[in-house]
Nanobody, 120 residues
Framework: VQLQASGGGLTQAGGSPRLSCAAS????????MGWYRQAPGKERESVAD???????NYADSAKGRFTISRDNAKNSVYLQMNSLKPEDTAVYYC???????????????WGRGTQVTVSS
């Protein structure tokens, strides 16, 4: 199983980039998908997550500015980020709770991360 994220880069404050992440490999089903981030010198934190049914959860810092969505047919999750601030600068990691077969338990997979840098 592999999670491949894209869409990071350098953006100005107030920008609206969109992160994408696709899961590939031996996948039977995916439960929760989401995004974490880690800023320099800080602990990794959850940004947002979404269930297979579309229920969402956001960190307080993301509420009202970020929107998470997913495409179950494509095993993909997205993060639309609006009104970015310099403090949103971080490495953003895609995560997914994946089941690889009908009889297997789920396992929490991490992508490699994509850098988002917000300039003031």
């Amino acid at each position: 199983v592999q999670l491949q994220a894209s869409g990071g880069g350098l953006t100005q404050a107030g920008g609206s980039p969109r992160l994408s992440c696709a899961a590939s490999g031996n996948i039977f089903s995916i439960n929760i998908m989401g995004w974490y981030r880690q800023a320099p010198g800080k602990e990794r934190e959850s940004v947002a997550d979404i269930t297979s049914g579309g229920s969402t959860n956001y960190a307080d810092s993301a509420k009202g500015r970020f929107t998470i969505s997913r495409d179950n047919a494509k095993n993909s999750v997205y993060l639309q980020m609006n009104s970015l601030k310099p403090e949103d600068t971080a490495v953003y990691y895609c995560v997914a709770d994946i089941v690889i077969s009908r009889t297997a338990s789920s396992y929490f997979w991490w992508g490699r991360g994509t850098q988002v840098t917000v300039s003031s």
